[in-house]
């Protein structure tokens, strides 16, 4: 009896497949990484389901790799060892929705929009906003976060309570509905982000938010990249209550014009924006217009509509896909550091004169209120030495903010693409994560090769 077949004994038979177009479909991410065919793809529909398939996994030692969508930057979900994906797409309910406490329960399968359309009935919104419509349960697993974290905070930041399914097929939770507590370690902290490694996402309980009463967006240009990226220090000291800030350098808004015929102002330009009550909001707004003016802004437009608003910050989410759809033939290459504010003007700028000095076609983008930011890269895969011309940039910008006690992922997780840094980020503390990872799955079937290149 095959593998196919084993797990049709315990699930529903229309549950399990190794349909090859669906194989392909869990073979790869978003990436530019390698991809790998899964030798069966199961699809649970509640926790009891997980926990069958992932004790069985254990007893067999058979590799099970938690799937969402697919949009992960970093080969955080393809199946290198084979073995079980695991999409938890039909485990897409919303379980629990508690308006005076703020939180929601749902399962990990639904995505962000799909969230928000469901607490919009509230008054209420889920904050975090990475630039893909990721499921929520992909999205603690990496860690994710996005253009509204400056003001709201991270995933971790928002999570309550998980509903884990261990290795061995236990499950647990990570925390409970309280705002804070000091009882025992951290569980959230450590599930979160962890990548599938250490157990299957099964149930998430959320921080949510009051929907402001006045929302204001911005776009302010600059004659260089340094004066931009200083205006985001300047804002932040100010106290100014700004929920996005974004710096979209001069290569970033040329792609954006020609993918949506806008006539945006070629020059490093932040997009900004501002929640709170009109009158604060017009107080704050004029202050900041002061502030960027004396470092050489040479334009602001707001965005008072919601129309406008919404292409504003549409253009920013489908940057990435403006670049993919202008280059025919190449494959985007996202890198993903983050580093004390204070060094992020010499960060890009160093990223800058690289990507030249290589000759490479890509641009500079980032969350810049919190120091993350990214270079987009398009890459022949075919062509080798366009390709380790990529990778030796990805390798200068990483090492470039670990020496300024950065990060070498600043959202979109390990993976396979950011093992090799893992050592010298961490140094002993590299150690003790392989120990916890052990403990937990000791036969080591969690989503294997990611995060660790060996146990």
């Known amino acids: 009896m095959n593998l196919e077949e084993k797990i049709k004994k315990i699930l529903s038979p229309e549950q399990v497949t190794t349909n090859q177009t669906m194989r392909e479909q869990h073979s790869r991410d978003e990436s530019y990484h390698t991809p790998s065919l899964p030798d069966v793809v199961v699809f649970p529909m509640s926790t009891t389901d997980v926990q069958q398939v992932v004790s069985f996994a254990n007893e067999h030692e058979i590799p099970v790799v938690p799937f969402g969508l697919g949009t992960s930057l970093e080969g955080n979900s393809i199946p290198y060892h084979g073995g079980i994906s695991l999409d938890l797409s039909l485990m897409n309910q919303v379980l629990e929705v508690r308006p005076g406490d703020f939180l929601i329960k749902v399962q990990p399968g639904i995505t962000r929009t799909q969230l928000n359309k469901e607490l919009r009935k509230h008054g209420l919104f889920f904050t975090v906003d990475p630039g893909a419509d990721a499921t929520l349960g992909g999205m603690a697993a990496t860690n994710a976060s996005g253009t509204t974290s400056v003001r709201y905070g991270i995933m971790r930041d928002q999570v309550r309570d998980l509903e884990v399914v261990l290795a061995n097929g236990d499950v647990i939770h990570t925390g409970g509905l309280s705002a804070k507590s000091s009882s025992g370690y951290n569980l959230n902290g450590l599930m979160v982000g962890s990548e599938g490694t250490l157990g299957v996402i099964t149930e998430l309980t959320l921080k949510v938010h009051g929907i402001p009463e006045c929302i204001m967006a911005a ?158 890269v398009m890459v022949d895969l075919k062509d080798e030495v366009e390709l380790n011309k990529a990778k030796q940039l990805n390798e200068r910008i990483v090492y470039y903010a670990l020496k300024r006690g950065g990060t070498c992922t600043g959202e979109h997780g390990v993976g396979v693409g950011k093992i090799m840094y893992q050592q010298q980020e961490h140094g002993a503390a590299y150690e003790v994560m392989k120990a916890i990872k052990k403990i937990l799955d000791p036969k080591g079937i969690m989503n294997p090769g990611k995060i660790f290149s060996e146990i």
């Open 219 to 376: 776009r302010a240009t600059f004659p260089d990249a340094k004066s931009a990226v200083e205006a985001v220090t300047s804002i932040l000291a100010a106290n100014i209550p700004v929920a996005r800030m974004e710096f979209v350098d001069e290569y970033s808004i040329l792609q954006v014009n020609r993918a949506n015929e806008s006539n945006y102002e070629e020059k490093p330009t932040l997009f900004l924006e501002f929640h709170g009550n009109e009158a604060g909001l017009k107080q704050d707004v004029e202050f900041m217009k002061e502030i960027v003016s004396e470092l050489g802004c040479k334009d602001i437009h707001f965005e008072l509509d919601t129309k406008s608003r919404a292409l504003l910050w549409e253009a920013r989410h489908n940057l990435a896909y403006s670049f993919i759809h202008g280059f025919t033939g190449k494959k985007l290459m996202v890198t993903d550091v983050s580093l004390p504010i204070t060094e992020l003007s010499g960060a890009i700028l160093h990223s800058r004169k690289e990507m030249d000095e290589l000759g490479l076609i890509g641009a500079l983008v980032g969350h810049v209120g919190d120091g993350n930011y990214h270079a987009l």
